[in-house]
């Protein structure tokens, strides 16, 4: 089975490594989507409970710098992050904007 979420926070940050105006610090209304894989639990009849999946999202801060968690917070990099730390998660969809996202599978993951 596959469990989805979605959710939405604001938050800052600044790409040290860009040689343009996103080397200054910026913020943006992240959404993140993200597909959890597994067979339910037999004692709770579930994948992966939805509170778990928001909680390692939220953890990130509302209204804080990605900077603070991520050295170079990227879409691609917070997309990575994400992926390892998202229980079950098989792939993950981060939108920097309503029109650019990144979305990043275990392929993706370095090593």
Known sequence: MIVYVKR????????????GKCNRLHGHTWTVESWSQGTPDQVTGMVVDFGDVKQVIDDLGDHQSL????HDPTAENLALYLLKRIPLCVRVRVWESEDTYVEATHDDLPG
């Open 8 to 19: 939405k926070f604001g938050a800052a940050h600044r790409l040290p490594s860009h040689p």
């Open 67 to 70: 900077n603070d968690t991520l």
